[in-house]
């Protein structure tokens, strides 16, 4: 079983910062590809930031330049720090991590998510 808690979200006025922590727990071998995807009213969840194993980051254009991924393999953590914040960036925000465990599944976790507003 793989757990993946967030936390940070809340609300924030525009260009304000927030950060978002991720921490992976459970029968976890190894984890890939670790990151963040938003998820808006209505649409499907797309990706704001990924993060390889070896921590070479792949962002959304939307995010790039303002936001930042940060990883730590050792305490199985994904960080997203995000800065000079839109209120089109209002959204609910969801950790993921593609996992092996322990037992030699393959997936895809997903957090609980957390939300992000941006208003003044």
């Known amino acids: 079983q793989v757990q993946l808690v967030e936390s940070g979200g809340g609300l924030v006025q525009p260009g304000g910062s927030l950060r978002l922590s991720c921490t992976a727990s459970g029968s976890i071998l190894t984890i890939h590809d670790m990151g963040w995807y938003v998820q808006f009213p209505g649409k499907e969840r797309e990706l704001v930031a990924l993060?390889?194993?070896?921590?070479?980051?792949r962002y959304s254009d939307s995010v790039k330049g303002r936001f930042t991924i940060s990883r730590d393999n050792s305490k199985k953590t994904v960080d997203l720090q995000m800065n000079s914040l839109k209120p089109e960036d209002t959204a609910v925000y969801y950790c993921a991590a593609d996992v092996i465990t322990t037992a030699w599944e393959v997936f895809r976790s997903w957090g609980q998510g957390t939300q992000v507003a941006v208003s003044s």
């Open positions: 993060t390889s194993a070896d921590s070479t980051p």
